[in-house]
């Protein structure tokens, strides 16, 4: 009896790789895929962070992981929300991620302010922190809704134009996106009205 059940969780496992190998291989990454690797990504980037003690590889992998997360705030609150609130309304969850990326933006902003400071490592962690609750808020309740009311369709072109966007945001500095970002947090803006052009810092 237990082995059946097994058979069947084996089989549901091997049918979920070979989708998601299949999808690989035909370039239909979604969205939501393209997100969730962004979010492994920074979360091995905070890693080294915190494994390192020499202080110009640390704030080296910081700058990295800070251009990687204004690159997915840029593509999540120019793309990515507008979509889901397009298609679901204004839900909690949705109102709750925006506020959190205003709490990240500052939070990076901070730690990028200490990198010199005996507590660049304790504002990195708090960030880390704010981060994966925020992953894991995202992947496990808004995600599933997500894709259900989008549908994989327009979730993999709206994949496309966020890959694209976020490959821009690279060539950009984060710290001037950051900036802007902030002072529209700061003016009390729940999200941007328009794509913001950052100035130079």
Known sequence: MNTKKKTRGAGGTVKRTVRLLKDAFSGEETAI??????????AALFKKIEKTSARAQKTK????????????DAIERE??????EKAMGMTDLLGEALVEHGIVE?????????????????????????????VKEEEE??????????????????????KERFEESQAEDYRAAVQN????????????????KPTAA
């Open 33 to 42: 895929d393209l997100l969730k690797a962004q979010h492994e990504e920074v």
């Open 79 to 84: 793309l990515f929300y507008p979509a889901c």
């Open 181 to 196: 970002n902030l002072k529209q947090v700061f003016a009390g803006a729940l999200k941007p009205a328009k794509k913001v």
């Open 61 to 72: 992998l910081f700058d990295e992981m800070a251009s990687k997360l204004a690159g997915h």
């Open 141 to 162: 309740e808004f995600f599933p809704k997500v894709e259900k009311a989008i549908g994989k369709d327009k979730l993999v072109e709206l994949g496309a134009r966020m």
């Open 106 to 134: 500052f939070s990076i902003y901070q730690a990028d302010q200490a990198r010199q400071g005996k507590d660049f490592q304790f504002k990195c962690t708090v960030l880390s922190e704010i981060v994966e609750h925020h």
